[in-house]
């Protein structure tokens, strides 16, 4: 994974007198996400500001970032892209005066590239959470757009602890925190398969053999078994339809993935964070399920990791880290994650970290561990500890903030 590496004194003298903004609605999760950009700004020398607003439309307080003293205006997905001053858009006034407009895309290219109207390559540059969804954005949504990728939100300050003791950690009461939710940009599993039943017989089938490979396939990015899949049958999608096939193919796969982690940990006594609990599962299960919005939280999350002694997580691209993985290893957690590629080569099963796949017993291997043997558990969690600060991990590809301007 290839890191920028920014230094202070440099990039201070580069940007001197000038101001990176970031503008964004006012939800919990684009808060967490500021609060983690402008740690890293500041960590690099540069001066920042921030516009929360209601909504997009019009947002004529936008008009103060469109001068020769700012360096860029960051938004979260389609945000910057339905904002308007009078009757501009302001990625378009942007593009006049010449200040950089950054659209920082949160989840899957496929369900959020429909979203845009008025953003090009011209007049914006993109931001993905992984290699895989920026390759996928070249290929299928804006070929010559300017465009980099970040590893995860970064770590918050609030799931950072000091130092990590053998006696703080198995006083921790939480043996494993497991916030998955299961309704997904598109809806429920059931407004989900309502759209896969909309499509054309050879499309649909086309559609289903995709979910059934990619359930189990941590390597591979996910469009590649569409894209089999319709070579097969002979047939070809006009982007628009194939973005739509893959938000079913993904957001089938990663609830699945959800729904059999569940199953799995619901015999272990973990805390389960999830906006659905599943109703088969409760009866019986030692796990305990939270579905209280203020309790699961993201910023109320961060900080519930402090008490916790592992964190498990999965992602929507099999080559991402996500900001539950960073913030696990701030909290000085075991982090429980896929056995992707990336996950082994920035960790070590059983030394720094913990790896399961969806095909075997390994998760239960894992959760068994954390849950039933806290001296091991401890071991690695301290070894792990220092990545927290890996530069891979720690604010990886941020850097991409400033090299893509």
């Known amino acids: 994974m290839e890191t920028i590496t920014l230094t202070f004194h440099e ?3 580069r940007f001197h007198g000038r101001t990176y903004w970031i503008c ?3 939800h919990e999760h684009d808060r967490t996400y500021v609060e983690n950009v402008y740690e890293f700004l500041s960590s690099v020398g540069v001066a920042c500001k921030i516009i929360e607003f209601e909504t997009p439309g019009q947002r004529p307080e936008l008009r103060q970032c469109l001068n020769d003293r700012t360096i860029a205006v960051l938004g979260f997905n389609s945000q910057l892209d339905h904002c308007w001053i009078d009757d501009e858009s302001f990625v378009a006034l942007a593009a006049k005066l010449n200040v950089p407009a950054f659209h920082w895309i949160q989840d899957h290219p496929s369900s959020r590239w429909p979203e845009f109207t008025q953003a090009t390559a011209e007049n914006s540059r993109f931001l993905f959470m992984s290699e895989f969804s920026e390759h996928y954005f070249q290929r299928y949504c804006l070929a010559d757009a300017r465009t980099g990728w970040m590893a995860g939100n970064g770590p918050n300050w609030r799931s950072r602890v000091p130092v990590l003791s053998s006696r703080s950690y198995l006083e921790r009461t939480i043996y494993c925190l497991i916030p ?14 309502a759209r896969q039943q909309t499509l054309e017989p050879g499309i649909a089938e086309a559609v289903q053999d995709a979910i059934e490979l990619a359930r189990c396939d941590l390597d591979d990015p996910i469009e590649v078994h569409l894209t089999a899949s319709l070579d097969r049958r002979g047939l070809q999608l006009p982007n628009r339809q194939f973005h739509f096939c893959i938000q079913i193919v993904e957001e089938t796969v990663q609830v699945w993935r959800r729904l059999r982690i569940f199953e799995v940990a619901s015999k272990f006594r973990v805390l ?3 906006d659905i609990a599943p109703k088969s599962l409760l009866p019986g299960a030692l796990a305990t399920f939270s579905d209280d919005p203020r309790i699961n939280s993201m910023p109320a999350t961060a900080a ?8 498990l997580n999965c992602n929507y691209a099999n080559d991402m880290i996500h900001d539950r993985t960073e913030n696990g290893l701030n909290a000085g957690c075991v982090v429980i994650v896929e056995d992707t590629p990336t996950n082994r080569r920035l960790f070590r099963h059983g030394e720094n970290a913990l790896l399961y796949r969806y095909d075997d017993d390994s998760l239960a291997l894992c959760l068994d561990l954390v849950c039933n043997q806290p001296e091991r558990a401890f071991a690695i969690a301290q ?9 891979a991990i720690r604010f990886g590809g941020y850097g991409n903030l400033l090299k893509v301007i």
């Open 304 to 311: 519930r990791m402090k008490s916790c002694r592992a964190v």
């Open 11 to 13: 990039t201070r003298a």
């Open 272 to 274: 389960i964070q999830t």
């Open 180 to 193: 998955l939710n299961v309704r997904r940009i598109g809806g429920t599993i059931e407004a989900t398969r």
């Open 383 to 391: 070894a792990g500890f220092p990545a927290r600060d890996d530069p």
């Open 24 to 26: 964004h609605s006012k």
